[in-house]
């Protein structure tokens, strides 16, 4: 089935399987493998990715959705070598250590800080709560967030 | 493999459902993609539903409100008609999964899924929720309570589709409460639930009271005895003492991985008590 979408802001044309998961179809055609497969069934967040500005899990997405959508992975968070703030913040805070959760976090943090301007720690908690990470005890990570919302605030990041 | 399916309209749908018998259903996936992964016999034909603009938002008619099947959970927890009338509901989906679950999974899904521990379930009951039921030639009208025959089982016959959700704008009721109880606060399956619709007079008379229960019994659970037991009794301590023994009868847990029967009948008495807190914050 031939299918064209907008990934991480170019226009892009494929002829897949209608029934190829997203995941797969990212990492193993397109070799996009920031995006990662941990479990495969909804529970990890690994796999998260925007849809139309959105967080979704690409391990439950199937091809013919993508359809006419815009799709932003890892790889397209920010133009070029650019790091988007909330990528910047994680290094900073040191909230990346295997860095297997990393993208997803991170994707599903540019989600939350959209959505709400400001959120405190326990709503950044809640916000990131499909994210599973095995290594940092989120501390970091929420310090992170919590950190880039702040600059945010101040106007030094976008 | 299986061809998957994007229509976007019904009458889109309605071609597709008859030159595909066998085809298999879904809105956001959060349940089916999961299921089909574990079982390897893959269906013909998959039709995602999500494009079907008719099957989306929220509906203000006359004294109803019409919520389209394929509402995503995040979508109603944010619409203003959805939180100003049912905050049971609203307190039901947000504590179902996840934030990206609840991005993608949908209310319809949730009904047709027709499990014991869907959280918009046990508010949908107290609401008396009704349910829109659409095939190319027909649309019918049934009682939530009906749809539901067990454990993943539902009255939905062969090209037909969970069209939407209706539910009376203003339920008489001042007390609107959700409590699920699981292992952990997100993406946690309930253990038990109790979704509680209440009004209580200044003098602390319960006026009027439905209640459902999840996770413990093969469908929701509604018990008319506990009710009655409740109406026209003070919200106290010694009144829910008296109406718990009479759950026992509403209910009939199982014994999984996650709890015991046993623990299961305690906290589904239990839940009631909380009643009486949730009362007091009101004021
Ligand atoms: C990690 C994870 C955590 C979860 N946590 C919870 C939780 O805490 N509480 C909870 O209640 N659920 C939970 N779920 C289950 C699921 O997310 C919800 O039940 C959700 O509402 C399903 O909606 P969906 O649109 O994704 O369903 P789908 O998977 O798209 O569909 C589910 C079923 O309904 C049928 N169907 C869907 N829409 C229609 C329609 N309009 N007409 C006819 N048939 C239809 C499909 O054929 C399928 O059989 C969880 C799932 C995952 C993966
Ligand atoms: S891989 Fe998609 S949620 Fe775990
Ligand atoms: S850094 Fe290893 S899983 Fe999160």
């Known amino acids: ?9 170019r226009e892009i044309e494929l002829d897949v399987p209608s029934d190829r998961r997203v995941v797969d179809l990212l990492r193993e055609d397109l070799a ?10 909804g529970e990890c967040g690994a796999c998260t990715i925007l849809v139309n500005g959105k967080s979704r899990l690409s391990c439950l997405m199937l091809a013919a ?14 133009p070029g070598d650019a790091l988007h703030p909330v990528q910047e913040a994680f290094i900073e805070h040191g909230a990346v250590q295997c860095g297997f959760c990393t993208p997803g976090m991170v994707i599903a943090a540019v989600d939350l800080l959209r959505r709400t301007p400001d959120p405190d720690r326990p709503a950044i908690r809640r916000g990131l709560s499909g994210n599973l990470c095995r290594c940092t005890g989120y501390q970091k990570i929420i310090d992170a967030v919590e950190d880039t919302s702040r600059r945010r605030g101040k106007g030094k990041a976008s | 493999m299986s061809h998957v399916f994007l229509p976007p309209d019904l009458d ?29 016999l893959k269906p013909p034909s998959l039709v995602c539903l999500e494009r079907i ?3 989306h938002g929220v509906r203000e008619r006359g004294e109803e409100v019409f919520i389209g099947a394929c509402a995503t959970h995040t979508g109603l927890l944010a619409d203003a008609i959805i939180r100003d009338n049912f905050p049971v509901l609203v307190k039901g989906l947000a504590c179902l999964g996840s934030p990206p679950i609840r991005n993608m999974g949908t209310i319809g899904g949730n009904i047709c899924t027709a499990s014991p521990a869907g959280d918009a ?14 095939s190319r030639n027909s649309s019918r009208r049934m009682a939530l309570t009906d749809f539901i025959l067990g454990p993943g089982k539902t009255s939905l016959q062969q090209g037909e589709i969970l069209a939407g959700v209706w539910l009376n704008r203003h339920p ?4 609107h409460h959700f409590e699920k109880v699981g292992q952990r606060n997100a993406l946690a399956i309930s253990l038990v639930s109790l979704a509680a619709l209440l009004t209580v007079s200044a003098p602390g008379i319960i006026e009027r009271v439905r209640l459902a229960w999840g996770s413990v019994a093969p469908t929701v659970a509604t018990s008319a005895a506990v009710e009655a037991m409740l109406t026209g009794r003070p919200l106290s301590r010694e009144t829910m003492d008296s109406a718990i023994p009479l759950i026992g009868d ?5 014994s999984d991985t996650r709890a015991t029967a046993r623990y299961r009948r305690t906290v589904a008495g239990n839940l009631l008590l909380r009643l009486i807190e949730v009362d007091r914050r009101c004021k």
């Open chain 2, 12 to 40: 889109r749908l309605w071609n597709i459902l008859e030159e595909n018998p066998g085809a298999l259903l879904y809105a956001g996936g959060t349940d089916l993609l999961v299921r089909l992964r574990q079982n390897p």
């Open chain 1, 65 to 78: 959705q993508l359809e006419g959508c815009s799709v932003t992975t890892i790889e397209g968070l920010s």
């Open chain 1, 32 to 41: 996009l493998t920031g995006t990662k497969e941990g479990c495969g069934a």
């Open chain 1, 1 to 9: 089935m031939k299918i064209s979408f907008l990934l991480n802001n």
């Open chain 2, 53 to 55: 603009e008719e099957l």
């Open chain 2, 172 to 175: 008489p009721f001042a007390i």
């Open chain 2, 250 to 254: 509403a209910i009939s847990p199982i």
């Open chain 2, 121 to 134: 379930l046990p508010p949908l009951y107290t609401l008396d929720a009704g349910l829109e039921i659409r």
